[in-house]
């Protein structure tokens, strides 16, 4: 059961020359129809006024601060339904933006040392900070450019309506026909207040496969493609267009034939959705009846109703590092047990495997004080940090011991390379075990541990590593950039990380060969795991889980069921 490829057009009758063509980034798959409409932002100029009373304006500029923070409040509020707490998160990071030392400080400082508004301050802070994250040489912290001007323009905006100036976003309206958004890019808290009912579609001139936009659009079930450049220019307003999310194609004033063979397309893809619908309650099964462990990624125990909702047999993989992400200092023992007890309780007995804390390369929080490196994913992360801060460590240890008698829990240790790594991190949950115990506080004695698999060195001495743990799970994503040695944070070599590669796969299979000689067993919880074309190659390499986004379990449960 596979979705419908953007060649099956020419297979079903249509000619795609009838329409001009245009071509970008798939960014979220599926098909809409409508007449595209360009995002205006009429926001007004924030030009420098001299000002008589410097400390009245950064009062202006307090109140206005602290009222955009509470829109983002309300508006992650929002976001918890439509997009889960993974995604919603963005929110509170841009809180935490507003609630910069550095960001406010020198907002203050412009409007004391200059005499001027707080708009062109807040404007002309933004620019810098926004040009400093433009610069570095890491494409997530590049990404927060965009952030700080979404959060910037939010300020603005409300100190530019108290003063009766409105910079509203306009969009023109074709009747009562769907509309295709397009736009430069789009900042998540636009993208998220989108009404589903009325925009069906989103093209943007740039953007990224990584934003936050595109995530949230994939997750609203909106089709989407980025990166058209030039061609995608405001001469289209009013164009009726046919958008392809899974190939990237926009096909502008379509013919009849062209429009029925999408139309087509779409009804099956609906059809296949409510097929899939008939694996749900079932197990994952082979055509030879081989059962495979299918479970869901995510990044907060408020996940845990999506992975219900997706029929997931629990959680395979539960990035801890969304709770030190979201924290303005080091989450403590008691707030990280209550969030650990609350998701194994609710997932009512389903595994849940929890990654210890993962931080560092393209995730880090400023209370760590991580030093600047060169290449982050390669430097002070994951493992090494736990392992040279064990006192973080052993708080996050504890927690997890003592939450893992109130569900299924096990835990995994990420970016292991050595032996000595998984021995040391085993005598740091020893310590905790004696701890626990000399405190009289209870906690599972029997839980499994496991370690993720996602270097050439943690693969290649699988077989020493596999006596010493309960499971593997292996990381697909760190996996490929090492072993090819392609910075997957790098737009510019994107071209050469190629997750098919023989030595990734090789690789895999080794680690699972090991895995199964030591008696234990071997999963994948990469982005490969989601990929449907894939799946086959996972199941005869050997695997025994993959755990992948919730929307992807039951294509992927379907899928399975068709093989050997």
């Known amino acids: 059961m596979v979705l419908y490829s953007a060649s099956d057009i020419t297979a079903a009758g249509a000619d795609p020359s009838s329409a001009a063509l245009l071509h970008g980034t798939p960014a979220s798959r599926g098909i809409a129809f409508g007449r595209i409409t360009f995002l205006k932002r009429e926001a007004a100029p924030a030009p420098k006024r001299q000002v008589a009373d410097a400390a009245a304006e950064q009062e202006r500029f307090e109140k206005a601060r602290t009222a955009a923070i509470a829109q983002l409040g309300q508006l992650y509020g929002a976001s918890l339904e439509k997009l889960g707490e993974q995604n919603a998160v963005v929110f509170q990071i841009h809180q935490m933006m507003l609630d910069d030392p550095d960001y406010v400080q020198q907002i203050n400082a412009l409007i004391a040392d200059e005499q001027c508004n707080a708009e062109y ?74 009404d589903k009912d009325q925009v069906v579609g989103i093209l943007t001139s740039a953007g990224s496969t990584r934003s936050h936009t595109v995530i949230f659009a994939r997750t609203m079930g909106i089709p989407a493609v980025i990166c058209m450049g030039d061609p995608l220019n405001e001469s289209l307003e009013g164009a009726f267009v046919i958008v392809d999310g899974a190939s990237g194609q926009v096909y502008v004033d379509p013919d009849e034939a062209l429009i029925k063979s999408f139309k087509e397309r779409k009804r099956n893809e609906d059809a296949l959705r409510a097929r899939l619908e008939l694996f749900r309650g079932k197990e994952t099964r082979t055509l030879s009846g081989r059962q495979i462990h299918l479970y869901a990624n995510i990044g907060s125990a408020d996940d845990i109703e999506l992975v219900k909702a997706a029929d997931a047999e629990g959680v395979g993989l539960f990035r801890s590092e969304y709770i030190y992400l979201q924290a303005k200092d080091f989450p403590s023992e008691e707030e990280q047990f209550q969030i650990y007890r609350d998701a194994a309780r609710d997932l009512e007995g389903r595994k849940l495997i929890i990654r210890t804390l993962d931080i560092g ?109 309960d499971f593997f799970s292996i990381g697909t994503n760190d996996l490929t950039q090492f072993t090819l040695a392609v910075d997957r944070q790098n737009a510019e070599v ?71």
């Open 361 to 469: 390369a393209d995730k880090t929080a400023d209370y760590f004080m991580l030093k600047h490196e060169e290449n982050p994913a390669m430097g002070m992360r994951a493992v090494r940090i736990c392992l040279s801060r064990p006192e973080i460590f052993k708080t996050q240890l504890r927690a997890l011991l003592r939450a893992s008698v109130y569900g299924n829990l096990a835990i995994m240790f990420p970016m292991i390379t050595a032996v000595d790594e998984v021995k040391s991190c085993l005598e740091k949950l020893d310590e905790c075990r004696a701890e626990l115990k000399a405190a009289g506080i209870p906690y599972k004695d029997d839980l499994e541990v496991g370690i993720m698999i996602e270097t050439p060195a943690a693969a290649l001495i699988s077989d020493e590593l596999a006596p010493l743990v």
């Open 121 to 194: 301050a807040v404007e002309t802070v933004a620019r810098r900070f926004a040009e400093i994250f433009e610069h570095m040489d890491n494409d997530y912290m590049r990404g927060r450019a965009a952030d700080v001007m979404d959060v910037s323009r939010r300020v603005i905006s409300i100190l530019q309506l108290e003063q009766g100036v409105a910079s509203p976003h306009q969009i023109k309206k074709y009747g009562d026909e769907p509309l295709i958004l397009a736009t430069d890019d789009l900042a998540p808290s636009e993208t998220v207040q989108l």
């Open 494 to 564: 994107g071209r050469f990380l190629n997750p098919y590669h023989h030595a990734v796969k090789k690789l895999i299979r080794m680690t699972v060969e090991n895995a199964h000689q030591a008696g234990i067993w071997a999963g994948v919880c990469g982005e490969l795991a989601a990929d449907e074309g894939f799946t086959h190659e996972l199941i005869s390499l050997g695997v025994d889980e993959i755990s992948v986004a919730p929307s992807s379990v039951l294509m992927l449960r379907a899928r399975i069921a068709t093989l050997a």
